[in-house]
């Protein structure tokens, strides 16, 4: 493999963001020189100053012109779509309650929330939370997990991945071996979590589990330092969690996806060389790059696959891994299913707002 094939293949390795509801110069070169294999959307790229029709009409231009510069039929098209505070889109898409409020119907939810993200030509969402909340102090998980207990954590998280499973989209469990019991937030720090590898076993790895057993195709990591465990690098970078644990122990088959590398936690370990080789070495298939976090920066997604070519180059990162990560995830693209952004008709959505409503009130 030429060195500039080996800089295009990094693109079936990554996912990123773009600046906008249109593409700008920046978006293009990397669209166009990376060819990445998947997008994730965020509030910026959709029109909050319109109606209905009219943001949905700029997005789905969006969404094409991703795919005349990446040149990919086939590709992620991502977000992030819990519920609560984690919503990125616009009216009249429905707001769904926190993860914890949906355990009652979170098969329902999922489905009408599949409905609804596959009318904006998304076929990946960042969900289910397979966290626990076991920590009232904690600022960046708490009610998006479904429960406080490892048990109904699971049984719910496992009924919503279904949910989205049977109305074709493709759902990831996040965020392994587990969130639910930090006190700092990954965007802002790292956290460290004392726990030892039986503690995870008896709480933490059991919605992950049920979720492995029940067929979920991606999990994301976490970046958490667990001492007990990998006392070096946290989970995103770890092979003793992601190889060790999650593909042995758990059997875990299918795509490792990191966290967001420009999070706080992880961001300044990927302006040292040699993390990128690391970062796959451990086991992650493929790596988030948002360009939506104040660590963000055009520059460093090359300084990226700068150094993912340096690392095949020099024998650090062997071809051989990532020609295994690429085949997983293929065939997570070829579940993938393509679709075009449509409006939803106006009783679906009346009907999605009073579940939502239900869920809210405990109903």
Same mark, same amino acid.
């Given at each position: 493999?030429?060195?500039?094939?080996?800089?295009?293949?990094? =693109?079936?390795?990554?996912?990123?963001?773009?600046?906008?509801?249109?593409?700008?110069?920046?978006?293009?070169?990397?669209?166009?020189?990376?060819?990445?294999?998947?997008?994730?959307?965020?509030?910026?790229?959709?029109?909050?100053?319109?109606?209905?029709?009219?943001?949905?009409?700029?997005?789905?231009?969006?969404?094409?012109?991703?795919?005349?510069?990446?040149?990919?039929?086939?590709?992620?098209?991502?977000?992030?779509?819990?519920?609560?505070?984690?919503?990125?889109?616009?009216?009249?898409?429905?707001?769904?309650?926190?993860?914890?409020?949906?355990?009652?119907?979170?098969?329902?939810?999922?489905?009408?929330?599949?409905?609804?993200?596959?009318?904006?030509?998304?076929?990946?969402?960042?969900?289910?939370?397979?966290?626990?909340?076991?920590?009232?102090?904690?600022?960046?998980?708490?009610?998006?997990?479904?429960?406080?207990?490892?048990?109904?954590?699971?049984?719910?998280?496992?009924?919503?991945?279904? =949910?989205?499973?049977?109305?074709?989209?493709?759902?990831?469990?996040?965020?392994?071996?587990?969130?639910?019991?930090?006190?700092?937030?990954?965007?802002?720090?790292?956290?460290?979590?004392?726990?030892?590898?039986?503690?995870?076993?008896?709480?933490?790895?059991?919605?992950?589990?049920?979720?492995?057993?029940?067929?979920?195709?991606?999990?994301?990591?976490?970046?958490?330092?667990?001492?007990?465990?990998?006392?070096?690098?946290?989970?995103?970078?770890?092979?003793?969690?992601?190889?060790?644990?999650?593909?042995?122990?758990?059997?875990?088959?299918?795509?490792?996806?990191?966290?967001?590398?420009?999070?706080? $936690?992880?961001?300044?370990?990927?302006?040292?060389?040699?993390?990128?080789?690391?970062?796959?070495?451990?086991?992650?298939?493929?790596?988030?790059?948002?360009?939506?976090?104040?660590?963000?920066?055009?520059?460093?997604?090359?300084?990226?696959?700068?150094?993912?070519?340096?690392?095949?180059?020099?024998?650090?990162?062997?071809?051989?891994?990532?020609?295994? $990560?690429?085949?997983?995830?293929?065939?997570?693209?070829?579940?993938?299913?393509?679709?075009?952004?449509?409006?939803?008709?106006?009783?679906?959505?009346?009907?999605?707002?009073?579940?939502?409503?239900?869920?809210?009130?405990? =109903?």
């Amino acid at each position: 493999m030429s060195s500039s094939e080996k800089f295009h293949s990094f =693109g079936n390795n990554i996912i990123v963001g773009v600046s906008g509801t249109v593409l700008n110069d920046q978006d293009k070169r990397i669209l166009s020189k990376l060819k990445p294999v998947g997008i994730i959307f965020f509030a910026k790229n959709f029109r909050q100053d319109t109606h209905y029709e009219d943001w949905l009409e700029t997005f789905k231009q969006l969404t094409e012109q991703i795919r005349e510069y990446t040149e990919r039929e086939s590709m992620l098209m991502t977000i992030d779509h819990e519920g609560g505070r984690v919503v990125r889109t616009p009216s009249p898409i429905t707001r769904f309650p926190y993860a914890f409020l949906q355990s009652k119907a979170a098969t329902k939810i999922a489905k009408a929330t599949a409905l609804e993200l596959k009318s904006l030509g998304i076929n990946l969402s960042w969900a289910p939370v397979a966290d626990i909340f076991s920590n009232p102090n904690n600022p960046i998980i708490g009610p998006r997990a479904f429960n406080t207990t490892p048990e109904t954590a699971a049984k719910s998280a496992r009924e919503y991945f279904i =949910g989205l499973k049977e109305s074709g989209i493709i759902a990831c469990a996040k965020h392994f071996p587990g969130h639910g019991d930090t006190s700092t937030d990954s965007h802002l720090e790292l956290p460290v979590l004392n726990l030892s590898l039986e503690q995870l076993r008896n709480r933490e790895l059991i919605p992950f589990q049920a979720l492995i057993e029940a067929g979920i195709p991606t999990i994301m990591t976490a970046h958490i330092l667990f001492p007990q465990i990998d006392k070096d690098v946290p989970a995103t970078l770890s092979q003793n969690i992601l190889r060790k644990i999650l593909r042995e122990e758990l059997g875990f088959g299918g795509v490792i996806v990191s966290d967001d590398l420009d999070m706080n $936690a992880v961001s300044g370990m990927y302006k040292n060389s040699g993390t990128v080789a690391q970062t796959f070495n451990a086991g992650c298939d493929l790596l988030i790059i948002s360009g939506n976090l104040p660590a963000s920066s055009p520059e460093k997604i090359y300084d990226v696959a700068e150094d993912f070519v340096t690392s095949l180059e020099n024998g650090s990162l062997n071809e051989s891994v990532i020609a295994a $990560a690429k085949t997983r995830i293929d065939k997570l693209l070829a579940i993938a299913l393509q679709y075009t952004p449509n409006i939803l008709d106006r009783n679906t959505l009346l009907q999605h707002a009073e579940l939502a409503i239900s869920c809210a009130y405990g =109903g």
